[in-house]
């Protein structure tokens, strides 16, 4: 079965860049695009982009342009989502999430806490 | 970009009534390519509905998806005390994703 597992939670100080991982299993890894999702405390879901695994390609939210940076290791079916120049209002759980046939996976969240 | 609307935000409802939560797109969206999920405090989302009507595997029949172009419903046609929770659409387009603000069901 599709399973995605998450790094560990990060406590991350304003200014620093924090790098969650998401290990992918139970189906090919380069047939389908990763996504990251995250959402702030209390707050709604928020795409912030994907990654096509088997080209590298990626596309970005808006609004974090510039600052997040999506990779993969197909050696090791891993995504890994940097988001840099971190704010207090980056504090939430970020998820990977595919869409594998018809059906949309998701890991199990990373919470990040940014915090001086 | 799509935009999606859900309303109401908070529905108030006692067990066994039915909950209708309604998702308006800013433009027209293929009915293929639209979830509707559940989440609960400290749970990722959870697949509900796609394809605008199909139930993920392991959904009760009690939840059920339908509409298209830029209106989409979903019914929970006898609430469960389990069923009290944020409910979000989501578009999957071909490009990008796009969520609903979520609709909040609360016990009345």
């Known amino acids: 079965q599709v399973q995605l597992v998450q790094s560990g939670a990060e406590v991350k100080k304003p200014g620093a860049s924090v790098n969650v991982s998401c290990k992918a299993s139970?189906?090919?890894?380069?047939?389908?695009?990763i996504h990251w999702v995250r959402q702030a405390p209390g707050q709604g879901l928020e795409w912030m982009g994907r990654?096509?695994?088997?080209?590298?390609?990626?596309n970005y939210a808006q609004n974090f342009q510039g600052r997040v940076t999506m990779t993969r290791d197909t050696s090791i079916s891993t995504a890994y989502m940097e988001l840099s120049s971190l704010r207090s209002d980056d504090t939430a759980v970020y998820y990977c999430?595919?869409?594998?046939?018809?059906?949309?996976?998701w890991g199990q969240g990373a919470l990040v806490t940014v915090s001086s | 970009e799509i935009v999606l609307t859900q309303s109401p935000g908070t529905l108030s409802l006692s067990p066994g009534e039915r909950a209708t939560l309604s998702c308006r797109a800013s433009?027209?969206?293929?009915?293929?390519?639209l979830a509707w999920y559940q989440q609960k405090p400290g749970q990722a989302p959870r697949l509900l509905i796609y394809?605008?009507?199909s139930r993920a595997a392991g959904i009760p029949d009690r939840f059920s998806g339908s509409g298209s172009g830029t209106g989409f419903t979903l019914i929970i046609s006898s609430l469960e005390p389990e069923d009290f929770a944020v409910y979000y659409c989501?578009?999957?387009?071909?490009?990008?994703?796009?969520f609903g603000q979520g609709t909040k069901v609360e016990i009345k």
């Open positions: 999430a595919n869409l594998v046939s018809t059906v949309i996976y």
């Open positions: 139970g189906y090919t890894f380069i047939g389908y695009y």
């Open positions: 990654i096509n695994p088997k080209s590298g390609d990626t």
């Open positions: 433009q027209s969206i293929s009915s293929s390519s």
């Open positions: 394809g605008a009507s």
């Open positions: 989501q578009h999957y387009g071909t490009s990008s994703w796009t």
